[in-house]
């Protein structure tokens, strides 16, 4: 059996942000953050089914307009912005004239499946810095050969599997979203070997039941919550000195039925976290904790409804035995050993 345990109390700079604040997954898409100065000569022509806006001729925006394939892309082009159109396909040649050109492509919000992206598409692309490719239907990654890649969006899909080696090359991928896929944790072993500047990886809510292993140490963002993930390997925590924000579990809630032990000392809770009510071992020592709430441990009491706890570390937080409310004694009947200090 593993523990939920040592690897979070090593690592002082883990601030679990879940338990504290009740926590909405807020995707937003911005796609309004253009950069500037793009006034470029010769301009473009610009395919008439999109704009092209005359001072930034660079973009051709083809959002939101009930396109079913990717167009023709002219020369010249270097954004281009495709999201939430019904589209299913693209066909080979789309991309020709922009292969080591086009930085970024915005697919959000399609229709896509693997089957039909055709070969000569997306895998000529030797200059993409930014794929978006959230709220499609496709059920294995697409990677652009491109080496010049710093984000990658393929969050809201059917992504079952994420091979090794994919990511090899991408010395400057920075930020990478799979959350809302049906990744496990055998299906992406090795996957996120190589970007070396990797900053943010999202793999939440998949079905992992391990953090992925072998991620950069450049790490300093991990949203891996809902999954079913219940434990930490050993020392997993040491191997990413840079990270700064762990989401592992839903929101305030640390309701993994089976589990006995839990260690989420040296970090920054100000409340205990709710518990299920079989948890024997808590270790919340060195903490911000402040407030002693029966709720945390009992939903319920009554005869059967009771909290198992028997040990408790409360020491060196902001809290005291005159904390505990007079019926404590109710819901933490079992627990024979609570340390303030
Ligand atoms: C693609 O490039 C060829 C050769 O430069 C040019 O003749 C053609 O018009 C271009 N097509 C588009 C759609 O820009
Ligand atoms: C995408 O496909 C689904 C079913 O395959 C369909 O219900 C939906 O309308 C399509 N979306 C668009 C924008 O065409
Ligand atoms: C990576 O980013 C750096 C700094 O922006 C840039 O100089 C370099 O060319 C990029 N590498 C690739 C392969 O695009
Ligand atoms: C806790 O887990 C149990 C069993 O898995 C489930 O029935 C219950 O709804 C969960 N409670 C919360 C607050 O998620
Ligand atoms: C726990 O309390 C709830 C609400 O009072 C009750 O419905 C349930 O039967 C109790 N469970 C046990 C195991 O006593
Ligand atoms: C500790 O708790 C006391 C009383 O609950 C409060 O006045 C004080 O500001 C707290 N100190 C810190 C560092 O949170």
Same mark, same amino acid.
């Given at each position: 059996?593993?523990?939920?345990?040592?690897?979070?109390?090593?690592?002082?700079?883990?601030?679990?942000?879940?338990? *504290?604040?009740?926590?909405?997954?807020?995707?937003?898409?911005?796609?309004?953050?253009?950069?500037?100065?793009?006034?470029?000569?010769?301009?473009?022509?610009?395919?008439?089914?999109?704009?092209?806006?005359?001072?930034?001729?660079?973009?051709?925006?083809?959002?939101?307009?009930?396109?079913?394939?990717?167009?023709?892309?002219?020369?010249?082009?270097?954004?281009?912005?495709?999201?939430?159109?019904?589209?299913?396909?693209?066909? %080979?040649?789309?991309?020709?004239?922009?292969?080591?050109?086009?930085?970024?492509?915005?697919?959000?919000?399609? $229709?896509?499946?693997?089957?039909?992206?055709?070969?000569?598409?997306?895998?000529?692309?030797?200059?993409?810095?930014?794929?978006?490719?959230?709220?499609?239907?496709?059920?294995?990654?697409?990677?652009?050969? &491109?080496?010049?890649?710093?984000?990658?969006?393929?969050?809201?899909?059917?992504?079952?599997?994420?091979?090794?080696?994919?990511?090899?090359?991408?010395?400057?991928?920075?930020?990478?979203?799979?959350?809302?896929?049906?990744?496990?944790?055998?299906?992406?072993?090795?996957?996120?070997?190589?970007?070396?500047?990797?900053? &943010?990886?999202?793999? +939440?809510?998949?079905?992992?039941?391990?953090?992925?292993?072998?991620?950069? +140490?450049?790490?300093?963002?991990?949203? %891996?919550?809902? $999954?079913?993930?219940? =434990?930490?390997?050993?020392?997993?925590?040491?191997?990413?000195?840079?990270?700064?924000?762990?989401?592992?579990?839903?929101?305030?809630?640390?309701?993994?039925? &089976?589990?006995?032990?839990?260690? *989420?000392?040296?970090?920054?809770?100000?409340?205990?976290?709710?518990?299920?009510?079989?948890?024997?071992?808590?270790?919340?020592?060195?903490?911000?904790?402040?407030?002693?709430?029966?709720?945390?441990?009992?939903?319920?009491? =009554?005869? *059967?409804?009771?909290?198992?706890?028997? !040990?408790?570390?409360?020491?060196? $937080?902001?809290?005291? !035995?005159?904390?505990?409310?007079?019926?404590?004694? $109710?819901?933490?009947?079992? %627990?024979?050993?609570?340390?303030?200090?």
């Amino acid at each position: 059996m593993s523990f939920l345990s040592a690897g979070i109390m090593l690592s002082l700079r883990v601030s679990l942000m879940t338990i *504290l604040v009740g926590m909405a997954l807020c995707q937003y898409y911005d796609y309004d953050y253009e950069p500037v100065g793009q006034v470029q000569a010769p301009s473009p022509k610009c395919n008439q089914e999109c704009d092209c806006p005359i001072n930034f001729r660079s973009a051709m925006y083809c959002d939101s307009r009930n396109l079913k394939f990717v167009p023709v892309v002219p020369t010249g082009i270097q954004y281009l912005y495709l999201q939430n159109n019904g589209i299913e396909e693209i066909k %080979a040649g789309v991309f020709d004239n922009v292969t080591d050109t086009l930085r970024w492509l915005v697919l959000d919000n399609n $229709n896509l499946t693997n089957a039909k992206i055709e070969k000569g598409t997306i895998d000529k692309l030797t200059a993409l810095e930014k794929l978006f490719f959230s709220h499609n239907l496709i059920t294995e990654p697409i990677i652009p050969p &491109s080496k010049s890649l710093d984000e990658l969006k393929m969050m809201h899909n059917k992504l079952t599997k994420f091979p090794g080696g994919l990511l090899t090359d991408k010395e400057n991928l920075t930020s990478i979203n799979l959350q809302y896929n049906e990744l496990t944790s055998e299906s992406i072993a090795g996957a996120f070997k190589g970007p070396k500047k990797l900053l &943010s990886l999202d793999v +939440s809510h998949n079905k992992l039941r391990k953090l992925p292993a072998g991620v950069p +140490s450049s790490l300093e963002m991990l949203y %891996a919550d809902y $999954n079913e993930i219940d =434990s930490i390997g050993a020392g997993y925590l040491n191997k990413l000195p840079a990270l700064q924000y762990l989401r592992l579990i839903p929101a305030g809630v640390f309701n993994v039925t &089976s589990l006995v032990e839990l260690d *989420l000392s040296f970090n920054k809770l100000q409340s205990i976290p709710e518990i299920n009510e079989g948890l024997e071992q808590l270790y919340l020592q060195a903490n911000e904790i402040n407030k002693f709430e029966l709720t945390s441990f009992c939903k319920y009491i =009554s005869p *059967l409804n009771y909290s198992r706890l028997k !040990h408790l570390r409360l020491d060196a $937080n902001n809290i005291t !035995h005159s904390n505990m409310p007079p019926e404590y004694s $109710n819901c933490l009947r079992q %627990a024979s050993d609570i340390m303030f200090e």
